[in-house]
């Protein structure tokens, strides 16, 4: 497949990056050698301000994005909370993020639980409280613009197609790309692209995020409280997902190839120009 860079991105993979991927040497079916690059992993730990969070397994590019993105898509840092300094020590791999003020995440902590997500997923009690009279913005969906996005996004340079075993995420407007993401676990490339957002002031209403990953409760949550309205993935749904997308009104597609998806929630928003 040739590749090629939508002019309209902003943030792009870089595969080619030496930290990124490993070269290995291993064996084909017949017995022959066949060299290999394969994506590497690196712990990541998070603070928010003195108080340690997480520890995340993360192919290692943009951290401060990561962190940022993670602490918001938790609600450990809110839209009112002020950041004031984001520091990232490469050698002891470790991010800090500071707040004007200190914020109530040991209470958060304690509430935590493990999901279903690859590497790190983990999703607090309270962001489904977050979703009580949440109210997405009625912005359209049109079909050619889904076509347009899924070719865009297939044929940009990406890890995925240099080594696999990845997952991306996209922020779009319309039919244009606008920052691809990528890493080993769905949620963290999810989270680079909120500490993206949210560090550049990028508003959510008119925006459509396209995943790899599977729709699950967890990924429908993330996207509703970016407030993007429509959630787009070549993957299938899990049956609460779905459930959680048609309580908050969020639009869903799912198994997205080529000109061909199945939409579960919100279809009201598609504009349907191509048959």
């Not at 779009?172 to 963290?188: I, K, S």
């Not at 749904?237 to 459930?243: D, P, S, Y």
Request: charged share 25%; net charge negative.
């Amino acid at each position: 497949m040739s590749t090629e860079i939508p002019p309209t991105l902003q943030v792009i993979p870089d595969p080619g990056a030496p930290r990124l991927t490993r070269p290995v040497v291993g064996h084909d079916q017949t017995g022959a050698a066949v060299d290999l690059r394969v994506v590497e992993e690196r712990p990541l730990t998070i603070y928010l301000n003195a108080r340690e969070i997480v520890t995340a397994m993360t192919i290692g590019d943009h951290p401060r994005w990561l962190a940022l993105g993670f602490l918001v898509n938790q609600g450990m840092v809110r839209a009112s909370d002020r950041v004031t300094g984001i520091d990232y020590d490469e050698e002891l791999e470790v991010v800090v993020v500071r707040t004007e003020v200190e914020t109530d995440h040991e209470a958060k902590l304690s509430r935590a639980t493990r999901t279903s997500g690859c590497a790190v997923g983990t999703v607090f009690g309270d962001m489904m409280e977050g979703l009580e009279g949440l109210t997405l913005p009625p912005t359209p969906l049109r079909v050619s613009d889904l076509r347009s996005l899924s070719a865009a996004i297939n044929r940009t340079p990406s890890l995925y197609l240099e080594a696999g075993a990845i997952h991306g995420t996209c922020l779009c407007q319309g039919p244009d790309p606008l920052a691809y993401f990528e890493d080993v676990g769905r949620h963290n490339a999810v989270d680079k692209l909120a500490g993206w957002m949210r560090s550049n002031g990028i508003a959510a209403d008119d925006k459509t995020l396209y995943t790899t990953g599977r729709l699950t409760s967890e990924m429908v949550i993330k996207c509703a409280l970016m407030g993007i309205p429509c959630l787009v993935s070549r993957s299938g749904f899990t049956a609460w997902g779905v459930e959680i997308a048609r309580q908050v009104g969020l639009t869903v597609i799912g198994r997205m190839k080529g000109s061909r998806f199945i939409c579960l929630s919100g279809e009201d928003r598609i504009v349907w120009d191509e048959e």
